[in-house]
């Protein structure tokens, strides 16, 4: 894949040399929330939403660690994807 606009990815694709690995990605967008992504992204978490957004990190950590621990790509996201 590409970096597409995320400047952290494409520092992490540039420092390794390659495009093509595996990367978990956590979803935040708020269909209902109408403002540029950026702005969206860094936005604080609202009051309401903190739960939710916790849940998620942690969500990911489990994923992460399964594939680290050596759980193939594919059997992470049909375990972790919501």
């Given at each position: 894949g590409s970096a597409g606009t995320h400047n952290g990815m494409r520092s992490v694709i540039a420092?390794?040399?390659?495009?093509?690995?595996?990367r978990i990605r956590i979803g935040i967008r708020d269909?209902?929330?109408n403002i540029p992504i950026i702005n969206y992204v860094l936005s604080e978490?609202?009051?309401?939403?903190?739960?939710?957004f916790?849940?998620?990190?942690?969500?990911a950590?489990?994923?992460?660690?399964?594939?680290?621990?050596g759980v193939s790509i594919e059997n992470v996201m049909t375990a972790y994807n919501g």
């Open positions: 420092e390794i040399g390659v495009s093509d690995f595996a269909p209902e929330v978490v609202k009051k309401e939403d903190y739960e939710l916790i849940a998620a990190c942690k969500r950590a489990r994923a992460a660690v399964a594939f680290a621990e």
